[in-house]
């Protein structure tokens, strides 16, 4: 089960969670994934290693994405 | 940012330190050998040429330094970042605060509002935190961590560099439990 998550103040929450057959699961986690980057958050998918790459399309073969706020220079 | 202008940007921190620096120990030596009635003035003096990189130096640590105490969802994101690391790294980082990862720039060591760079001989200290300030510490960290993975040369873009220099002067200014990190994020620069 892939999982779209967004970190907040909660630690994290869930906002969807699919399944590559499920269709209809995929496109509820498309909307979130949308409303989230509509939002300002920037998706990113951790690829292991030390590797990540940002997207801007909800993948649909990745067990975790990860909705994070922008960053700034302190 | 690349490696070419992060070298650049040691030299000039060095450069500058020396200005700060040389001056201050030449008025200091230079009194003393006129008169040794105005040892007082020089004392000032040398103390200033040392305190001058001290305060910088306090300034790139300050930039892991913790900010909030953990709380109930901290442990929640404690998980998530534990995950985004390998055992080794998710070990450093329970015990010392830092999380390690290794880039194209050097060996970096992420805290919740900034990073070390360890690169060659000196250390880079950057200022950098996610914009939500009500995350949890251990979010914070994942958030530079993810951006620091993303894009590399971006995150370095984006931060502010508080401090260059000898890893032996943030050393002793960082919290001791961080240490460690500095010291394994050296051992793995060397090597590499």
Redesign the interface.
């Known amino acids: 089960m892939a999982r779209l998550?967004r970190?907040?103040?909660?630690?994290?929450s869930t906002l969807a969670e699919w399944t590559a057959g499920d269709q209809a699961s995929y496109e509820a986690a498309v909307e979130a994934f949308r409303r989230e980057l509509d939002e300002g958050f920037i998706a990113?998918v951790?690829e292991g290693e030390?590797?990540?790459?940002?997207v801007r399309e909800l993948p649909l073969d990745s067990e975790l994405v990860?909705m994070?706020?922008?960053?700034?220079?302190? | 940012m690349d490696a070419a202008y992060l070298r650049r940007q040691g030299r000039l921190w060095t450069l500058s330190m020396a200005c700060h620096v040389v001056p201050f120990l030449g008025i200091g030596v230079g009194l003393l050998l006129l008169n040794l009635l105005a040892a007082p003035v020089a004392i000032v003096a040398l103390l200033h040429a040392w305190i001058i990189p001290e305060l910088y130096a306090l300034r790139g640590a300050n930039v892991v330094r913790s900010r909030s105490q953990p709380s109930e969802p901290e442990s929640i994101a404690q998980g998530l970042l534990g995950d985004l690391l390998d055992h080794d790294a998710r070990d450093l980082q329970r015990s010392t605060g830092l999380a390690m990862q290794q880039g194209e720039l050097g060996t970096w060591l992420v805290g919740q509002a900034g990073a070390l760079l360890v690169s060659g001989r000196r250390v880079y200290c950057f200022c950098v935190k996610a914009t939500d300030p009500d995350l949890p510490p251990s979010d914070r960290i994942a958030h530079l961590l993810l951006a620091l993975r993303s894009d590399e040369r971006g995150f370095a873009t984006v931060a502010n560099l508080a401090f260059a220099g000898a890893p032996w002067r943030v050393r002793r200014r960082l919290d001791p439990e961080m240490r460690d990190a500095l010291d394994a994020g050296r051992r793995i620069s060397v090597r590499t």
Not at chain 1, 68 to 74: E, L, M, V
């Open positions: 998550i970190m907040d103040s909660t630690g994290h990113v951790d030390g590797r990540a790459t940002q990860i994070r706020r922008p960053i700034a220079g302190g």
